[in-house]
C-alpha cells in the first residue's frame, strides 16, 4: 500500500514484488489500489513467489483505480470465511496474468475470492489458477453486467462440494 501511493497515475509506474516477500492483510482495504495504469509484478515462482495473505474475514484487497495489472502474484485465504479477497469497484482495464488464488487449509478459506461492482469492464484473466477446498467456498469470480470480461488458460478448481450451489465464475455481460 505504500509503495502505491509514491505511484503516480497513468505515468506506467511498475512496483515490483521480490521473490518471497509475505505481506498479510488484516483489516478491509488493508491495501487499497487507488492509482490508475500502474502494474504490480511480483518475482520468483513456485513457493518463492510473493504472497499476500487474508488473515481475518473482513480483509481485503480492494481495487479502486483502472488500467492496473497484476502478474505472478499468490492471494491466500489464512483465516476461515474471508468474506472477499478481491474487491474491485467499477474501474475498467484490469489484467491478472500468471496469478494463484489459494487457501492455507481447511477451514481457511474464501467464501467469494474476487468480487466485481457492477461497471468493472476490460478485466482480463491469463493463466493464473484458483483452487479452493472448503464446503463454505462460493464463487472464485463473482459480479454482473461486465462488458469485455476476458479468461484465457486458468484453471479453476474447487476441491470439495460447495454448500450453496453456484458458478465457480459467476458473471453476467459479454
Known amino acids: 500500500d ?6 503516480l497515475a497513468n505515468r ?3 512496483i515490483v514484488i521480490m521473490p518471497g516477500h509475505a505481506e498479510n492483510i488484516a483489516v ?3 491495501i ?3 492509482i490508475a495504469g500502474i502494474a504490480i509484478v511480483g ?15 473482513a ?7 483502472g488500467n492496473v495489472s497484476h502478474y505472478n502474484i499468490q492471494w491466500e485465504a ?6 472477499t479477497g478481491l474487491s474491485v469497484s467499477g474501474v475498467d482495464g484490469l489484467s491478472f496474468e500468471n496469478c494463484y488464488f489459494t487457501e492455507a487449509g ?12 457492477t461497471g468493472a469492464d476490460d478485466i482480463s484473466f491469463v493463466g493464473c489458477k484458483f483452487i479452493t477446498g472448503d464446503a463454505a467456498n462460493d464463487s472464485h469470480i463473482t459480479g454482473v453486467a461486465h462488458s469485455g470480461f476476458y479468461v484465457k488458460d486458468c484453471y479453476f478448481a474447487a476441491n470439495v462440494a460447495q454448500t450453496s450451489v453456484v458458478g465457480l465464475i459467476e458473471s453476467s455481460g459479454n
Open 2 to 7: 505504500y509503495a502505491i501511493g509514491k505511484c
Open 43 to 57: 518475482l520468483g515462482s513456485g513457493t518463492k513467489r510473493p504472497k499476500l495473505s487474508f488473515t481475518a474475514a
Open 32 to 34: 487499497t489500489v487507488d
Open 78 to 83: 489464512n483465516f476461515a470465511d474471508v468474506v
Open 28 to 30: 478491509a482495504s488493508g
Open 12 to 14: 506506467g509506474d511498475i
Open 106 to 117: 481447511t477451514d481457511l478459506n474464501y467464501v467469494d475470492v474476487i468480487d466485481l461492482a
Open 59 to 65: 480483509a481485503t484487497y480492494a481495487i479502486s483505480a
